[in-house]
């Protein structure tokens, strides 16, 4: 993104408006509540969400939504928001504008809703979220593009916009998110922000975000291609970067392909409730980051203490590829949660957190082959012994060089007389 694009970075959606891509919306009726839900079944088997619910629907967890806010005041959402609602919002933007008004959060509501709707009517009608028992923690870092405060924000410097994300990534952790989502992007790098990467990751959050939606090709480098626009933070080392695919599973027109994408996931017209209750279909690499870390909040509900190095290994090695391998648009392939969620139970039997066997265990095969020491070790009686046997050898050695010396003086004393 350059600078007149920096951080118009609200990738569904929000983003799409930049792109000439709207989300579409669904009159707010009962009906069609039924047929959101509906339309989500696409979304669940292309992922085999199904298969990874008979394991856990992700309780216990906290899933950090880094975003435009979120409002937990509608249906789908009701209870599954903390300190995200109303004045107690976590907000680093500095804008005055209010919870209330109907043009904060609308992108992170739909994010919200993704990851951890629970739907309402007891979950049968509207959004059920991949992880519908994982808790939301609102942070709100970026305005909507229609909020009344995004020109001031956009007109902020750098430094200070980078900054709000770093200081919002360290709350995530502090406030224990075990999963941060980040459906935004920005067009530099960032120390400040690196580093709060780097302490999520050294304190075993697991970082999810939008590979980004230019639609263009980084590895490409003809005259009739134009690089794709490189996507902070997806880009730095330790982060999950998701690219979005069709319902047909193949790699969506505004996807970028970047060589830090590791897995793709569902992002054109994936289902989502908004901040006004209505329901939206989506399109971007947005809805897909949220999707993964709706996954990842499972695997993080089921392993508590697995590492982000081994739970992104769940998700790249299991993830569905059609043509095998790896590409720059999709990564290792489509998130399959239920494969994901099996695998990582096996790689925290290959790699426990913590070996309960003593290190000195390790070497030599362990104390019981060790071999006895060469000498035992001497009590008192053997001491004196050694120390009598010591005196009587020196006493010995003393009394041959008295003898030797006179026996030498005696001959020396004989030729004289001689």
């Known amino acids: 993104m350059l600078r007149g694009m920096r951080r118009r970075a609200l990738l569904s959606a929000g983003a799409a408006v930049t792109l000439g891509l709207l989300p579409a919306l669904l ?25 990874a619910w008979n394991t856990t629907r992700g309780s216990g967890v906290i899933v950090a939504v880094l975003d435009s806010g979120v409002d937990g005041n509608v249906s789908d959402l009701s209870g599954n928001v903390i300190d995200g609602n109303g004045s107690d919002a976590i907000d680093y933007t500095g804008l005055s504008t209010s919870p209330d008004s109907p043009d904060w959060g609308e992108h992170g509501t739909w994010m919200a809703s993704i990851i951890a709707g629970h739907g309402h009517d007891n979950g049968a009608d509207g959004i059920t979220g991949v992880a519908p028992e994982a808790k939301i923690l609102s942070i709100r870092v970026i305005p909507d593009m229609q909020d009344p405060g995004y020109s001031t924000y956009d007109n902020e410097h750098e430094a200070k916009i980078q ?12 406030d224990h998110a075990k999963v941060i989502s980040m459906s935004i992007g920005y067009s530099a790098p960032s120390a400040e922000v690196r580093n709060a990467i780097q302490f999520a990751y050294s304190s075993g959050v697991v970082l999810v975000a939008s590979s980004g939606n230019s639609g263009d090709n980084d590895t490409q480098h003809s005259r009739t291609h134009t690089l794709a626009p490189v996507s902070f933070p997806a880009e730095y080392p330790g982060v999950i970067s998701v690219g979005a695919v069709t319902s047909e599973g193949v790699p969506t027109s505004f996807s970028s392909g970047n060589l830090s994408v590791k897995v793709a996931a569902p992002g054109k017209k994936v289902p989502a409730q908004g901040r006004s209750g209505q329901y939206y279909t989506v399109d971007g690499t947005s ?16 392993y508590p203490t697995i590492s982000p190095a081994l739970l992104t290994d769940a998700l790249t090695s299991t993830a569905k590829h059609p043509a095998g391998g790896y590409d720059v648009l999709t990564g290792f392939g489509i998130v399959n949660a239920g494969d994901a969620l099996t695998r990582a139970g096996q790689l925290m039997k290959e790699h426990p957190e913590k070996s309960q066997v003593p290190l000195t265990a390790h070497f030599g095969g362990g104390t019981a082959a060790q071999p006895a020491a060469p000498v035992g070790p001497r009590g008192a009686g053997g001491l004196i012994g050694y120390l009598v046997l010591l005196a009587v050898s020196g006493l010995a050695v003393l009394c041959g060089g008295v003898v030797l010396l006179l026996s030498r003086r005696a001959r020396a004393m004989t030729g004289l007389q001689q």
């Open 287 to 302: 809805p897909a980051c949220a999707l993964v870390a709706g996954v990842a909040a499972l695997i993080k509900a089921a």
């Open 27 to 51: 009159p707010a009726t009962a009906a069609v509540a039924d047929s959101v839900s509906d339309q989500q079944q696409w979304v669940f088997q292309m992922m085999n969400v199904q298969d």
């Open 163 to 174: 900054r709000e994300l770093a200081e919002g990534i360290r709350t995530a952790v502090k």
